[in-house]
C-alpha cells in the first residue's frame, strides 16, 4: 500500500524562526512530490511541485527537498510570519492521482 | 487567468437524497480528479476524468460517480446519501502530463 506520512502533525513556533516539515512515502517510484497549504475550510493552495527527476525547488522563503532514495521530502520554512500559520499538506503523484499525508498543522506566534 | 472554479460552495442534504457538484477547471487543463476530505481519512482520491474518459478510480462505492463534459468541465454525483458523505469534496486540474495539480475552494457538503 502506498503511504505518505507527515511528522510532527501539528507544530507550533515563535516568530521569525526558521522550520523544517516532513514527509515520508512508501514507494520511490513517484511522478512528483506536491507541497500544499490549506487554511481552515478552505482548498488547498500549491507551493511547490518537484519532478521525480529534481532534488529541490525554491519559491520565496520556502524550499523543499526530495530524497527519492530515502523516501523522504521536507518542507523549509524561512524566517516563519504569523500569516504562514496553516495547515502543510505533501502529496506523492503516482499516474493518474496524488495520495496525500494527514498534514502538519502550524502555528506561528507573534 | 481564473483558477479552478467548484460549485456550490455549500450543500445541506438529507440522507438518501442525491447531489450534483460541479468543477470548472483552469482553462486549456484536460485533467480533473475529485477528493473528498474528512477529518478522520484525510483527503482520498475519488476519480479522475481526462478527455470526458474516467481514467483512475479510487475506493469508493459505486453510489459516487462523476462525468466530464467536452469543455472539460466535471460533474460529480452522490446518490443514496449517507451521514459519513458529509465532507469537504474537492476538485483539481492538471495541464498535459504529470504536472502540477491546482485545487477549487471546494464544496462542504452536510449531510442531515
Known amino acids: 500500500k502506498q503511504e505518505v506520512t507527515q511528522i510532527p502533525a501539528a507544530l507550533s513556533v515563535p516568530e521569525g524562526e526558521n522550520l523544517v516539515l516532513n514527509c515520508s512515502f512508501t514507494?520511490?517510484?513517484?511522478?512528483?512530490l506536491q507541497w500544499f497549504r490549506q487554511d481552515p475550510g478552505k482548498g488547498l493552495t500549491s507551493l511547490l511541485l518537484?519532478?521525480?527527476?529534481?532534488r529541490e525547488q525554491t519559491s520565496g522563503r520556502l524550499n523543499a527537498s526530495l530524497d527519492k532514495s530515502s523516501g523522504r521530502s521536507t518542507l523549509y520554512i524561512a524566517a516563519s510570519q504569523p500569516g504562514d500559520s496553516a495547515t502543510y499538506l505533501c502529496?506523492?503523484?503516482?499516474?493518474?492521482?496524488?495520495?496525500f499525508g494527514k498534514g502538519t498543522k502550524l502555528s506561528v506566534k507573534p | 487567468k481564473a483558477g479552478v472554479t467548484q460549485t456550490p460552495r455549500y450543500l445541506i442534504k438529507t440522507r438518501g437524497q442525491q447531489v450534483t457538484l460541479s468543477c470548472s477547471p483552469i482553462?486549456?487543463?484536460?485533467?480533473v480528479s475529485w477528493y473528498q476530505q474528512t477529518p478522520g481519512q484525510g483527503l482520498q482520491f475519488l476519480f479522475e476524468?481526462?478527455?470526458?474518459?474516467?481514467?483512475n478510480k479510487g475506493n469508493f462505492p459505486g453510489r459516487f460517480s462523476g462525468r466530464q463534459f467536452s469543455n472539460s468541465r466535471s460533474e460529480m454525483n452522490v446518490s443514496t446519501l449517507e451521514l459519513g458523505d458529509s465532507a469537504l469534496y474537492l476538485c483539481?486540474?492538471?495541464?498535459?502530463?504529470?504536472?502540477?495539480?491546482?485545487f477549487g475552494q471546494g464544496t462542504r457538503l452536510t449531510v442531515v
Open positions: 518537484i519532478q521525480s527527476s529534481q
Open positions: 483539481a486540474s492538471r495541464g498535459a502530463g504529470i504536472t502540477e495539480a491546482f
Open positions: 476524468y481526462f478527455s470526458e474518459t474516467q481514467r
Open positions: 514507494d520511490s517510484a513517484i511522478y512528483n
Open positions: 502529496a506523492r503523484g503516482s499516474q493518474g492521482n496524488l495520495i
Open positions: 482553462s486549456g487543463h484536460r485533467s
